[in-house]
Nanobody
Framework: QIQLVESGGGLVQAGDSLRLSCVAS????????MGWFRQAPGKEREFLTG????????YYDDSVKGRFTASRDNAENTLYLQMNSLTPEDTAVYYC????????????????WGQGTQVTVSS
């Protein structure tokens, strides 16, 4: 019912900023809770942030509070992640995901995953 495509990753230097986008196909984007995740080499996938369907409430993992900002534009079927003050520790594949319940995002069991986009931060 929904297909997700991430974009905006790339190679940047420490201290730089990036804005990731996740575009959903179909007409049901506004019915889903949406979230961002990342997975670094040799590590488990981790939850970063999620928003309820309306976008009126957004939740962040403590590791990215104050640096990363999630937002959604339901009219454009797009979820964004603004990443500031990037460090080499932020290097990972970043994924977006959709779920009928926000809790499903937090426990890493969403209904749909995107394909991921690589973010590499050099020193």
């Amino acid at each position: 019912q929904i297909q997700l495509v991430e974009s905006g990753g790339g190679l940047v230097q420490a201290g730089d900023s990036l804005r990731l986008s996740c575009v959903a196909s179909g007409r049901t984007f506004s019915s889903y809770a949406m979230g961002w995740f990342r997975q670094a080499p040799g590590k488990e996938r981790e939850f970063l942030t999620g928003t309820i369907a309306s976008g009126s409430s957004t939740y962040y993992d403590d590791s990215v509070k104050g640096r990363f900002t999630a937002s959604r534009d339901n009219a454009e079927n797009t979820l964004y992640l603004q990443m500031n003050s990037l460090t080499p520790e932020d290097t990972a594949v970043y994924y977006c995901a959709a779920a009928r319940k926000l809790h499903s995002l937090v426990v890493l069991t969403p209904d749909h995953w995107g394909q991921g986009t690589q973010v590499t931060v050099s020193s």
